[in-house]
């Protein structure tokens, strides 16, 4: 079956300029991550969200980021007012069933800032 | 929080050889360590997993060792391919809500 898709695929925008990634998980997966993965580095969680509860946005590094999930659906990931240290892919992650399930990421979002 | 370190950043061992990837962990309630190998241009994918009512796993050619006492665990991968040139992360969680804590990604290079 389809596995996680994100769009778009590469973005590059004008410091200032708001953008939005989106994220569509595998069908039926309750649990949806967010990730940044700066150059050279690991993944650095941003927000969680499961099912229909609050969503878990503990990793979110300012309030210029937000993120929003329909349902168990497709969620947005939304960057107001970019900097160029937002430079970074972001990757999206879905997972099904128990806590220990693997998540399932898609290809992730290159964003430039310039 | 949990902080993971992984070691060493870039590994080259020769075709055939086994490599070896460690990384330690903070936080004695994690009980899940996923590695993942990540190919350029693509998500990163879970190729083993391990939690912490074990001590090793193998799957074919890659296995994984945990020692909780010094929390610490490690990736093995024997008779190395060209295909395994990738970049890996090894991560902890405590299950549940939790994100996944990544290291910063070992770059494995398979030389001919």
């Known amino acids: 079956g389809a596995g996680v898709s994100q769009s778009p695929s590469n973005k590059v925008t004008e410091k200032g300029k708001d953008v939005e990634l989106r994220c569509d998980p595998i069908?039926?997966?309750?649990?949806l991550y967010w990730y940044r993965q700066r150059l050279g580095q690991g993944l650095e969680f941003l927000i969680y969200f499961q099912g229909n509860s609050a969503p878990d946005k503990s990793g979110l590094p300012s309030d210029r980021f937000s993120a929003e999930r329909t349902g168990e659906s497709v969620s947005t990931l939304t960057i107001q007012r970019t900097q160029q240290e937002d430079s970074a892919v972001y990757l999206c992650a879905s997972r099904g069933g128990g806590s220990y399930n693997e998540q399932f990421f898609g290809p992730g979002t290159r964003l430039t800032v310039l | 929080g949990e902080n993971v370190e992984q070691h060493p950043s870039t590994l080259s061992v020769q075709e055939g050889d086994s490599a070896v990837i460690k990384c330690t962990y903070s936080?004695?309630?994690?009980?899940?360590f996923p590695w993942y190998k990540q190919e350029l241009g693509k998500g990163p994918q879970l190729i083993i997993d391990i939690r912490s009512n074990v001590g090793e796993k193998k799957d074919q050619r890659i296995a994984v060792t945990l020692n909780k006492t010094a929390k610490h665990f490690s990736l093995h991968i024997t008779e190395t391919q060209p295909e395994d040139s990738a970049v890996y992360f090894c991560?902890?969680?405590?299950?549940?809500?939790?994100?996944?804590?990544f290291g910063k990604g070992t770059h494995l290079i398979i030389q001919p």
């Open positions: 991560a902890a969680s405590t299950g549940g809500a939790d994100g996944l804590t």
């Open positions: 069908s039926g997966h309750t649990a």
């Open positions: 936080d004695s309630a994690s009980n899940y």
